[in-house]
């Protein structure tokens, strides 16, 4: 979600998550919390679009990944169509990554 006033927030949430045995998030097995955080990623703050350049910086307030907190985050993007994709250079599990947004209609 990205407003006009510069805010935005993302959640990223795997598709496969386990169930917690203990139906209690806080008694997780280690296997299970494993699952969850290598699957999951959130961060919320405010964003900059420089049009010359295409890119989007994210100015991270907070993340589940704590490392983030209090940085900035550049991604150089393209647009086609209704479609927005940027590369992730220094993914928070290693490598890179590509996220692909589509324009809801």
Excluded at 12 to 35: H, M, Q, V, Y
Excluded at 41 to 60: M, P, W
């Amino acid at each position: 979600m990205f407003d006009a006033n510069g805010h935005y927030t993302i959640t990223f949430i795997g598709s496969n998550l386990p169930k917690f045995a203990s139906n209690n998030r806080a008694s997780g097995t280690p296997d299970e919390n494993k699952a969850v955080v290598g699957s999951s990623l959130a961060h919320f703050g405010t964003y900059v679009v420089n049009e010359a350049d295409k890119s989007l910086t994210y100015r991270i307030e907070s993340a589940t990944f704590p490392n983030w907190d209090k940085t900035d985050q550049k991604r150089s993007f393209v647009i086609t169509g209704d479609e927005l994709k940027y590369t992730v250079p220094a993914g928070s599990a290693g490598g890179t990554g590509t996220v692909t947004w589509k324009r809801v209609k």
